[in-house]
């Protein structure tokens, strides 16, 4: 069966950094899209990134493009997500996610667990 696993969250001070991870098992990654998501308490699960299976293309929420990067190591099976000049509206619990079919993105249906980050002001 397909697993992600995040990890990385933590608290930082508004301005800091964090650097999440998402470890997947269960099916070729390289092939696979992957992508982030949040939600804070209260509110909708907001998309984050994405990331194709290449590393090559990239596609960033408004909110947060210019500061949070994703990168991927395939021989790792691990998708990052660099977030720079952290913000309090940032905080929320973070999700890395993955299409069904291969080599495109569409609909999540893989999910991880999450993992909480929580700026302070």
């Known amino acids: 069966q397909v697993q992600l696993v995040e990890s990385g969250g933590g608290l930082v001070q508004a301005g800091g950094s964090l650097r999440l991870s998402c470890v997947a098992s269960?099916?070729?990654?390289?092939?696979?899209?992957m992508g982030w998501f949040r939600q804070a308490p209260g509110k909708e699960r907001e998309f984050v990134g994405r990331?194709?299976?290449?590393?090559?293309?990239?596609y960033y929420a408004s909110s947060v493009k210019g500061r949070f990067t994703i990168s991927r190591d395939n021989a790792k099976n691990t998708v990052y997500l660099q977030m720079n000049s952290l913000k309090p509206e940032d905080t929320a619990v973070y999700y890395c996610?993955?299409?069904?079919?291969?080599?495109?993105?569409?609909?999540?249906?893989?999910w991880g667990q999450g993992t909480q980050v929580t700026v302070s002001s």
């Open positions: 996610a993955s299409p069904r079919g291969a080599l495109r993105w569409g609909p999540a249906d893989y």
């Open positions: 269960g099916r070729t990654f390289s092939v696979y899209y």
């Open positions: 990331i194709s299976g290449s590393g090559f293309n990239t």
